[in-house]
């Protein structure tokens, strides 16, 4: 009982378990929100999470059930399409990490927020299962989420990252950006620079 104990209760854990929350929070109050600001904040949100999932220390199962699922079909589905009434036709983006790509000679259409709604179902039932307080249940949902970290929900987050930056970084038309206002600013940076 004491080595998985010291395993849930390390501080990367408990800072993954945080970080978790929050990525699944924002997901789940996001609809209604501008796309420039969730985009922002995704962008932000997503290398912590990365970053605090491959922090933790190794995790073994040590039951033979698996944890039960709390994300419903229903559930990924709100949080999907509410995420795709954000990014309307910036949701779509050219995966080269699928591996059924060395199969086929066209690009692989991936959508963003489907993308982020498969990571939100990984992780949300983590949490929902870590939040019951079990200590056997808590490790064994702890080493289920590295494992699909590792094997599932991390490359997705990746490659979701990848087509957010470009969403907000891309020279393309866009309706949330004023070019004179970036002008401006380059004007101004360049003034006190010199």
Known sequence: MKKESQVIFDRNVVEFVTVAA??????????????????????????????K????PKCEMMGEDMPENFVTEETYEIVRMNLAGILAEKDDYLDVFVSDMKY????????????LADI??????????????????????????????ALYWGQKLVNTLRALHDVKYAQADSEDENPS??????????EHTL
């Open 22 to 51: 929050e990525f699944c929070k924002f997901l789940e109050q996001a609809e209604g929100m501008k796309r420039a600001t969730f985009v922002d904040t995704s962008l932000k949100i997503l290398p912590l999470l990365y970053l």
């Open 120 to 149: 939100y179902q990984d992780i949300k039932d983590f949490i929902f299962v870590f939040q019951l307080g079990l200590n056997e249940t808590m490790n064994d949902a702890l080493a289920i989420c590295q494992e699909n970290f």
């Open 181 to 190: 206002d970036e002008t401006d600013d380059l004007d101004y940076n360049t």
């Open 53 to 56: 999932a491959s922090m933790m």
């Open 104 to 115: 086929s000679d066209q690009p692989i259409t991936k959508y963003i927020s489907e993308d």
